[in-house]
């Protein structure tokens, strides 16, 4: 958790009163390195930078439209990726897949394949 802006404004305020970075970190009890870094940017950063995903959105949702029963191995297998980079965009996504019950799953294999 970060330290509010108001609280790191006073902190600065001490630096330009003539205080030390030593002293007014002592007093405060926080690190020197972190007055360092306020003295640069007192702005609280909002956001974290995040690498962009791998696994394509329109082209893993049509691959659950198209293979509904796969397993996330499955796909991952199909796109190249990890297991657990299925399950995160998956969830970005916003996609539940349910599995149907086996007994379904094969009778509806044995209507597909005799029609």
């Known amino acids: 958790m970060s330290y509010s802006e108001h609280f790191r404004k006073k902190v ?15 007093q405060f009890e926080i690190d020197k390195n972190t007055i360092v870094k306020w003295k640069k940017r ?10 962009p995903s791998k696994i394509d959105d329109d082209a893993l949702r049509a ?7 796969d397993y ?8 190249n990726c990890g297991v657990s ?4 965009a998956l969830r970005r996504l916003g996609i ?20």
């Open 42 to 51: 007192i702005e609280i950063k909002r956001t974290r930078p995040r690498k």
């Open 12 to 26: 600065l305020a001490k630096l330009e009163e003539g205080y030390s970075i030593r002293a007014v970190a002592t």
């Open 63 to 69: 691959d659950v439209e198209k293979y509904p029963d």
């Open 72 to 79: 996330q191995y499955e796909r991952a297998a199909r796109f």
């Open 85 to 88: 980079s299925i399950g995160d």
């Open 96 to 115: 539940t897949v349910k599995k149907r019950p086996y007994a379904i799953r094969k009778q509806s294999l044995k209507s597909d394949n005799n029609t």
